[in-house]
């Protein structure tokens, strides 16, 4: 398995994993130091500085923009900077020109966030319909058998988030494609982890916020919306910076006629959080560098090395899909008393997610192999 970080240079760039054996990036993934320095030179800037015209951070989202678009093989100006995944939901289910008794097609283990934004819209006579996720998966043909005449979108994870299935997101889309249906896409357990292809899938939306597989500050994320979505919303909320879009506007303000930004910045709400923008550019830069295909193989192989170890170890049963395609670097394991093992590993400083009843491990590039072999002793151990 070719090697991206030494070992060296993950004790430098993610110091905690010299403490602790981390594998919960499922749930929030570790900050790169280079990202942190970015994040608090910009505070420490905001404290000394007149910071209101700010022509640098305006120049960072700009750059970020355009890095996000091509971390995820989107097209320029299809990337508005958002909080959160909620919010980037919330934006779509707001904004989509619905009619009376239009469908949304959600699948039964969605995480909730995913959920919630489309239910709200029974106020406006839109209908939610479940999927029943049998294992945990969403395949092609049942979303296909799922479709009526009244469906106008479907609404699913690339990954899903309790045991790391991994859709068949280009398949999907064609056939809802083929029948006039938007896809929108929770992409938050994929971003910075494996390769999106956004232009190649052809999914219409896809939202992630940026604290786990981004490695970046909570309160930083994006949406990406494809041209003719965009133009197909109609925005729930405005706020001025979607009009004023650079500093040099901010001298001439009592314009109240601006026509909205040609491109995904018209989305964007207000002022955001810029200090984790700022350690979000940097983890950006960094994946860039790495390279998001070599990430991919990278975090897939640890995590077929990791299963391999695993199914070893008496009592251990896998239940995330491994085949082909489906298999990603979120795996999930049942153990006897995955509550107990869990309480256990954390206090010899393995962290892992409990989901669902069983034990999540998420692998990144600040995992290495001689992290596998040190968590896999630990758990024979605490097992025997």
Known sequence: MRELLTEKEIADEFPMTKKFLYFAGASTGIIPERSLAAQYGFLQRYRKTDLFHDPETF????????????????????????????????????????????????????????????????????????????????TPEMVEKEITASTRLLAISAVQFSDGYRLDLKSIVQICHRRGIAVIVDGIQAAGALKIGASETGFDAFVAGGQKHLLSPYGSGFLQVTRNLLERLRPAYDAWLSHFVSPEDFIDLLRHNLPPAPDARRLEIGSLAYGSLWGMDESIKMILELGIANIENYNLGIANMFCEEIARVPGAEIVSDRSGKAASHIVSVKLPDARKIRDKLTARKVVVSLREGCLRFAFHIYNSPRQIERAISIIKQLID
């Open 59 to 138: 120049a960072m989202m700009s750059r970020l923009r355009s890095n996000l678009a091509k971390s995820t093989g989107a097209a320029e100006g299809e990337i508005a900077l958002v909080p959160n995944t909620s919010t980037g939901l919330n934006i779509i289910a707001a904004g989509f020109p619905w009619q009376p008794d239009d469908e949304i097609l959600v699948g039964t283990r969605e995480f909730p966030a995913n959920t919630y934004p489309w239910q709200n819209l029974k106020n406006r006579g839109v209908n939610t319909r479940w999927i029943e996720m049998h294992g945990g998966r969403i």
